[in-house]
Protein backbone atom coordinates (compact mmCIF):
# COMPACT_ATOMS: atom_id res chain seq x y z
CA UNK A 1 0.00 0.00 0.00
CA UNK A 2 1.14 3.57 -0.85
CA UNK A 3 1.56 6.20 1.67
CA UNK A 4 2.59 9.76 1.21
CA UNK A 5 5.06 11.03 3.77
CA UNK A 6 5.59 14.70 4.51
CA UNK A 7 9.46 14.84 4.46
CA UNK A 8 11.09 18.42 5.90
CA UNK A 9 14.20 16.81 6.19
CA UNK A 10 14.11 17.89 9.88
CA UNK A 11 14.06 14.88 12.67
CA UNK A 12 10.55 14.19 13.43
CA UNK A 13 10.04 14.06 9.83
CA UNK A 14 12.41 11.61 9.00
CA UNK A 15 11.77 9.18 12.00
CA UNK A 16 8.03 9.49 10.39
CA UNK A 17 9.30 8.38 7.47
CA UNK A 18 11.23 5.20 9.09
CA UNK A 19 8.50 4.52 10.82
CA UNK A 20 6.29 3.90 7.59
CA UNK A 21 8.64 1.95 5.88
CA UNK A 22 8.98 -0.76 8.82
CA UNK A 23 5.21 -0.99 8.10
CA UNK A 24 5.86 -2.20 4.51
CA UNK A 25 4.18 0.98 2.71
CA UNK A 26 5.13 2.21 -0.58
CA UNK A 27 6.61 5.86 0.95
CA UNK A 28 6.36 8.90 -1.51
CA UNK A 29 7.49 12.06 0.35
CA UNK A 30 6.55 15.25 -0.35
CA UNK A 31 8.58 18.16 0.61
CA UNK A 32 7.79 22.15 0.20
CA UNK A 33 9.99 25.12 -0.36
CA UNK A 34 8.17 27.71 0.40
CA UNK A 35 10.74 30.12 0.47
CA UNK A 36 11.90 29.47 4.50
CA UNK A 37 15.33 30.63 5.98
CA UNK A 38 16.30 27.44 6.96
CA UNK A 39 15.68 26.01 3.57
CA UNK A 40 18.79 23.78 3.25
CA UNK A 41 16.33 21.56 5.09
CA UNK A 42 15.75 20.33 1.82
CA UNK A 43 19.04 19.21 1.14
CA UNK A 44 18.63 16.32 4.36
CA UNK A 45 15.14 15.79 2.30
CA UNK A 46 16.54 14.86 -0.68
CA UNK A 47 19.12 12.55 1.23
CA UNK A 48 16.79 10.45 3.56
CA UNK A 49 14.74 10.22 0.35
CA UNK A 50 17.49 8.86 -1.42
CA UNK A 51 18.67 6.11 1.82
CA UNK A 52 15.29 4.73 1.68
CA UNK A 53 15.54 4.40 -1.81
CA UNK A 54 11.74 5.88 -2.74
CA UNK A 55 10.19 6.00 -5.90
CA UNK A 56 9.99 9.33 -6.14
CA UNK A 57 10.11 12.41 -4.42
CA UNK A 58 8.43 15.18 -4.79
CA UNK A 59 9.27 19.21 -4.09
CA UNK A 60 6.94 21.38 -4.12
CA UNK A 61 7.37 25.31 -4.37
CA UNK A 62 5.08 27.34 -2.54
CA UNK A 63 6.15 30.89 -2.03
CA UNK A 64 5.05 31.57 1.76
CA UNK A 65 7.13 34.14 1.92
CA UNK A 66 5.08 36.21 0.27
CA UNK A 67 2.65 36.14 2.80
CA UNK A 68 5.15 36.25 5.88
CA UNK A 69 4.21 36.77 9.50
CA UNK A 70 6.96 34.14 10.96
CA UNK A 71 9.99 34.60 11.46
CA UNK A 72 10.75 31.51 8.94
CA UNK A 73 9.98 33.14 6.33
CA UNK A 74 10.16 36.54 7.05
CA UNK A 75 14.01 37.65 7.01
CA UNK A 76 12.93 41.23 8.91
CA UNK A 77 11.87 39.36 12.09
CA UNK A 78 15.08 37.45 13.63
CA UNK A 79 15.12 33.91 14.91
CA UNK A 80 14.72 34.31 18.80
CA UNK A 81 16.80 32.32 21.33
CA UNK A 82 14.95 29.17 21.90
CA UNK A 83 12.86 28.67 25.34
CA UNK A 84 11.31 25.21 25.85
CA UNK A 85 9.35 26.04 28.72
CA UNK A 86 7.49 29.33 26.69
CA UNK A 87 4.19 28.82 27.04
CA UNK A 88 2.82 30.77 24.16
CA UNK A 89 2.62 30.67 20.40
CA UNK A 90 6.67 31.72 19.43
CA UNK A 91 7.49 34.08 16.02
CA UNK A 92 8.81 30.81 14.43
CA UNK A 93 5.04 29.49 13.75
CA UNK A 94 4.33 29.77 9.97
CA UNK A 95 0.65 30.70 9.33
CA UNK A 96 -1.32 27.63 8.31
CA UNK A 97 1.77 25.73 7.29
CA UNK A 98 0.29 22.54 8.33
CA UNK A 99 -3.11 22.88 6.74
CA UNK A 100 -1.63 23.91 3.32
CA UNK A 101 0.96 21.28 3.65
CA UNK A 102 -1.72 18.54 4.15
CA UNK A 103 -4.01 20.03 1.77
CA UNK A 104 -1.10 19.48 -1.48
CA UNK A 105 -0.45 16.13 0.17
CA UNK A 106 -3.96 14.89 0.50
CA UNK A 107 -4.77 15.79 -3.42
CA UNK A 108 -0.95 13.81 -4.06
CA UNK A 109 -2.55 11.24 -2.35
CA UNK A 110 -5.87 10.77 -4.15
CA UNK A 111 -3.84 11.15 -7.46
CA UNK A 112 -1.12 8.54 -7.17
CA UNK A 113 -4.04 5.82 -5.03
CA UNK A 114 -2.15 6.34 -1.08
CA UNK A 115 -4.50 5.07 1.42
CA UNK A 116 -2.31 7.33 4.28
CA UNK A 117 -0.67 10.59 4.64
CA UNK A 118 1.85 10.51 7.13
CA UNK A 119 2.94 13.58 8.92
CA UNK A 120 5.65 13.67 12.13
CA UNK A 121 3.67 16.26 14.48
CA UNK A 122 4.19 16.24 17.73
CA UNK A 123 2.28 17.24 20.67
CA UNK A 124 4.71 16.90 23.63
CA UNK A 125 7.97 18.38 23.07
CA UNK A 126 7.45 20.98 20.34
CA UNK A 127 7.22 24.83 19.85
CA UNK A 128 3.91 25.32 20.82
CA UNK A 129 2.25 25.25 17.23
CA UNK A 130 -1.74 25.15 16.90
CA UNK A 131 -1.21 23.21 13.68
CA UNK A 132 0.67 19.92 15.82
CA UNK A 133 -2.28 19.31 18.18
CA UNK A 134 -3.84 16.23 17.85
CA UNK A 135 -7.52 18.49 17.72
CA UNK A 136 -6.10 19.57 14.23
CA UNK A 137 -5.29 16.64 13.03
CA UNK A 138 -8.46 15.27 13.69
CA UNK A 139 -10.52 18.13 12.17
CA UNK A 140 -8.37 17.61 9.12
CA UNK A 141 -8.94 14.29 8.86
CA UNK A 142 -12.91 15.21 9.32
CA UNK A 143 -12.10 17.74 6.42
CA UNK A 144 -10.30 14.75 4.18
CA UNK A 145 -13.29 12.49 4.23
CA UNK A 146 -15.48 15.24 2.42
CA UNK A 147 -12.48 17.27 0.57
CA UNK A 148 -11.92 14.34 -2.45
CA UNK A 149 -13.71 12.29 -5.18
CA UNK A 150 -11.66 9.40 -3.92
CA UNK A 151 -13.41 9.56 -0.28
CA UNK A 152 -16.62 11.03 -1.52
CA UNK A 153 -17.04 9.02 -4.80
CA UNK A 154 -15.22 6.31 -4.55
CA UNK A 155 -15.53 5.55 -0.97
CA UNK A 156 -11.79 5.16 -0.43
CA UNK A 157 -10.69 6.00 3.17
CA UNK A 158 -7.25 8.34 3.08
CA UNK A 159 -5.83 8.07 6.63
CA UNK A 160 -3.85 10.93 8.06
CA UNK A 161 -1.53 9.25 10.57
CA UNK A 162 0.66 10.45 13.32
CA UNK A 163 2.63 8.00 14.72
CA UNK A 164 5.01 10.59 16.89
CA UNK A 165 2.10 11.94 17.87
CA UNK A 166 2.49 11.74 21.80
CA UNK A 167 5.99 10.69 21.67
CA UNK A 168 8.62 13.15 23.60
CA UNK A 169 11.76 14.14 21.49
CA UNK A 170 13.55 11.37 23.97
CA UNK A 171 11.43 8.67 22.51
CA UNK A 172 11.65 10.29 18.69
CA UNK A 173 15.03 9.81 18.67
CA UNK A 174 14.86 6.58 20.34
CA UNK A 175 12.69 5.50 17.73
CA UNK A 176 14.57 6.71 14.70
CA UNK A 177 17.46 4.67 16.41
CA UNK A 178 15.67 1.81 16.13
CA UNK A 179 14.42 1.73 13.10
CA UNK A 180 17.94 2.75 11.71
CA UNK A 181 16.88 6.27 10.50
CA UNK A 182 19.14 8.38 8.90
CA UNK A 183 19.94 11.23 11.45
CA UNK A 184 23.07 12.52 10.21
CA UNK A 185 21.17 13.99 7.05
CA UNK A 186 18.27 15.90 9.10
CA UNK A 187 18.67 19.67 9.71
CA UNK A 188 16.50 20.48 12.39
CA UNK A 189 18.04 24.41 12.90
CA UNK A 190 15.25 27.46 12.35
CA UNK A 191 18.80 30.05 11.44
CA UNK A 192 19.95 27.91 8.55
CA UNK A 193 23.13 27.70 8.67
CA UNK A 194 25.42 24.80 7.59
CA UNK A 195 26.02 23.88 11.19
CA UNK A 196 23.38 24.29 13.25
CA UNK A 197 23.56 27.20 15.88
CA UNK A 198 22.17 25.01 19.06
CA UNK A 199 20.16 28.19 20.59
CA UNK A 200 16.85 28.19 18.56
CA UNK A 201 13.51 26.58 19.92
CA UNK A 202 14.39 23.45 17.49
CA UNK A 203 17.69 23.16 18.41
CA UNK A 204 17.44 23.43 22.15
CA UNK A 205 14.51 20.60 21.72
CA UNK A 206 16.67 18.63 19.54
CA UNK A 207 19.38 18.47 22.15
CA UNK A 208 17.69 17.71 24.75
CA UNK A 209 16.20 14.49 23.16
CA UNK A 210 19.02 13.56 22.40
CA UNK A 211 20.71 13.96 25.75
CA UNK A 212 17.58 12.88 27.58
CA UNK A 213 18.35 9.77 25.03
CA UNK A 214 22.14 8.90 26.09
CA UNK A 215 22.67 9.07 22.43
CA UNK A 216 25.13 11.49 20.32
CA UNK A 217 23.48 13.84 17.80
CA UNK A 218 25.26 12.59 14.56
CA UNK A 219 24.92 16.26 12.99
CA UNK A 220 27.42 19.64 13.98
CA UNK A 221 27.04 22.57 16.04
CA UNK A 222 28.14 25.67 15.09
Known sequence: MKAVVLLSGGLDSTVCMAVAKSRGLDAYPISFNYHQRHSIELEGAKKVADFFNVKKHLIIDTNMEQIGGSALTDTSIDVPEGDIARGDIPVTYVPARNLIFLSYALGYAEV??????????????????????????????????????ATVAEHKKIQIVTPLQELSKKDIVLLGMNLQAPLQFTHSCYNGGEKACGVCDSCKLRLKGFEEAGVKDPIEYA
Open 112 to 149: IGASYVYIGVNAVDYSGYPDCRPEFIQKFQDLADYATK
